[in-house]
């Protein structure tokens, strides 16, 4: 595997179940982020992490719960979903450098469904 | 607040040239960026500029203008695979994306 991984590529939910989201990284990366993406909307940023350390969260509902055992896996954990959250799921990577802009790796996506 | 603007659809005819404009304020600025995305498939890196001037890249350029707050992609030569989302992308004082709402371009024979 290259590149920066996703599983599932389509997951379809109802409000009461719980899943998650798998990403893997495979670039030797030291960030990992978590994007939602709805349709005609400009990418949001739900979580990063950084050394596996979390440094963003831009108030994100609870009923999304980020985890990141170790610098090349983040997991996106789901439970009690709203219709509303319904969108592509995507997962970057980058090689952040102290005080410097730095490129995101994006894997495919998770397209979820919430019904 | 910050913003990045860019048009929500373009249409342009194969082998001709197409410029998708974007227009940010942001805290700060770090640099700029812009990803190509494909129905259902991952943004991808097109390009990067944090100096004003033009960047070519190929068939695909890039230009930036610090003090207008504004940049632009130049795509030459259009081929039909080049039918997708064109994504700007502003870094930032923090080095945090702010993404604008991507550009979709519809490329007829």
């Known amino acids: 595997e290259t590149g920066v991984t996703q599983t599932p590529r389509h997951l379809v939910m109802g409000m009461t179940n719980k899943k998650s989201l798998k990403c893997e990284q495979h670039l030797g990366h030291n960030a990992m982020y978590w994007y939602k993406q709805s349709a005609k909307k400009p990418l949001e940023l739900m979580f990063v992490y950084s050394l596996e350390e979390r440094v963003e969260n831009n108030s994100v509902p609870s009923r999304f719960s980020p985890e990141c055992p170790n610098s090349s896996h983040l997991f996106l954990h789901l439970h009690t979903l709203q219709p509303e959250d319904s969108a592509l799921y995507l997962c970057?990577?980058?090689?952040?450098?102290?005080?410097?802009?730095?490129?995101?790796?994006f894997g495919p996506g998770t397209r979820l469904t919430v019904l | 607040g910050q913003n990045i603007d860019q048009p929500t659809e373009m249409t342009a005819t194969e082998g001709a040239i197409v410029q998708i404009n974007c227009t940010y304020q942001t805290s700060g600025f770090n640099g700029l960026f812009w990803y190509q995305q494909h129905a259902g498939e991952a943004p991808t890196f097109l390009s990067y500029?944090?100096l004003d001037g033009l960047e070519e890249k190929g068939r695909f350029s890039s230009f930036l203008s610090r003090s207008k707050g504004y940049s632009y992609l130049l795509l030459k030569e259009l081929q039909m695979k080049d039918s997708a989302s064109y994504l700007c992308a502003v870094s930032d004082s923090n080095y945090q994306l702010i993404w604008g709402a991507g550009t979709k371009l519809i490329i007829k024979p």
């Open positions: 500029n944090v």
């Open positions: 970057a990577s980058s090689q952040a450098l102290a005080g410097g802009p730095d490129e995101q790796f």
